[in-house]
């Protein structure tokens, strides 16, 4: 635990408040990606499809593919287990023309076991709006595998989704009106009062050596507006802003996950003087059942006789002051402690619950 806190110490300790570009903390709003969504079949699989018994849509969706390529399908049913359904999802980029391609993600619908080495036939992607702007096909790429013999199986990863890089061809252009928007909106990823102003700040320091003039106004915490100059490109502005500088700042916090153990603890937490003590109770009870066998030639029968030793041990810790006024002192008040990490989750949530704890603790 010490390691762990001490490597959090050492890389929010260097600046309370650091610089970073426009481009690394806001977004444009003009430029968000666009969901993307659609249908398909996977084929070429070793007998990891679906089982057109159990998923009636994948053998219903394969006869409508064969006769769209003029091959009849009347006759019995099929029993191959090469196909699979799946669902084909893919982020738009913003500003994407037709011609560029990008990665999709291919999950399965049925009862298919695996998609590795399977080939994803061509897959319309729709938008919310049902226009078509993709076209998805290539091989399937899965991280996991499966290996199973008659009395064992072992599964790493996951073998029923996989991705296809730079499998989906872009077919039709958003509709933008970039270069005819009057004003930019920016939005700040983390949303800050402070941040926002800052950034407001920075742009009207260069929009008045530039052209004369202040063009930007923090609307809220999320949101900077930027208003296009008469003769400005509106590109070019944009490309000038978002190198703009900006010395950042962000709320105390500390992030506690009780799964794993993981604690960070940002660089602005402070904790007022309390005193602090962990103790634990272990518990452990031991079955170590007897067999009793009857003396020889009686009549008795072999019996086992229940015996359980319970041992309860309790550990106590030492009191400790803790007092906050940097995260450096924190970090080795709470290693002085001496304690496991699911301690210091305990030890975090006490203070916090005592209002010593000058941050927002966020529990995942």
């Known amino acids: 635990m010490a390691a762990l806190v001490l490597v959090v110490a050492s890389a929010f300790g260097a600046a309370a408040a650091p610089n970073a570009r426009v481009k690394d903390i806001a977004s444009l709003q ?26 009636p849509f994948t053998e219903q969706s394969m006869r409508a593919m064969l006769q769209n390529l003029g091959i009849s399908t009347q006759g019995g049913q099929s029993s191959a287990k090469n196909t699979a359904a799946v669902m084909v999802t893919a982020n738009l980029p913003p500003f994407a023309s037709p ?30 709006d049902g226009q078509i702007y993709a076209v998805a ?58 941040t926002a102003i800052r950034i407001a700040d920075v742009i009207n320091n260069y929009a008045s050596r530039s052209h004369g003039r202040r063009i930007a106004e923090a609307r809220d915490a999320q949101a900077v507006v930027v208003q296009k100059p008469p003769a400005a490109d509106l590109t ?76 309860a041990e309790k550990t106590g810790g030492p009191v400790a002051i803790l007092d906050g006024p940097d995260l450096r002192t924190l970090v080795a008040g709470l290693n002085n402690i001496g304690v496991k990490p699911d301690g210091v989750i305990a030890i975090l949530q006490g203070i916090k619950s005592s209002g010593a704890l000058q941050a927002e603790l966020v529990l995942q």
Do not use: C, W
Not at 249 to 273: F, H, M, Q, W
């Open 99 to 128: 011609g560029s391609r990008m990665d999709v993600t291919v999950s399965s619908l049925g009862d298919a076991t695996s998609l590795r080495g399977g080939t994803l036939v061509m897959t319309s992607l729709t938008g919310a």
């Open 236 to 311: 070019r502005l944009m490309a000038d802003i978002e190198n703009l500088v900006v010395e950042t700042d962000t709320p105390a916090k500390v992030v506690i996950n009780e799964r794993t153990g993981t604690i960070v603890i940002g660089a602005d937490v402070r904790i007022s003087k309390v005193a602090v003590s962990y103790g634990t109770l272990t518990v452990q009870v031991t079955e170590t059942p007897q067999v009793i066998q009857p003396e020889p030639f009686s009549r008795g029968q072999t019996a086992i006789q229940d015996q359980t030793d319970i041992t």
């Open 30 to 55: 003009a430029g968000r990606d666009n969901q993307l969504i659609g249908y398909g079949l996977v084929v070429g699989l070793q007998g990891t499809g679906d089982s057109l018994r159990s998923s």
């Open 137 to 194: 096909q290539g091989s399937v790429v899965v991280s996991g595998f499966t290996a199973q013999g008659q009395a064992a199986q072992i599964t790493e990863g996951v073998t029923t989704a996989g991705r296809v890089p730079g499998g989906a061809i872009i077919e039709r252009e958003l509709p933008s009106q970039f270069k005819d928007s009057i004003n930019l909106v920016l939005q700040l990823r983390n949303p800050d009062f402070s």
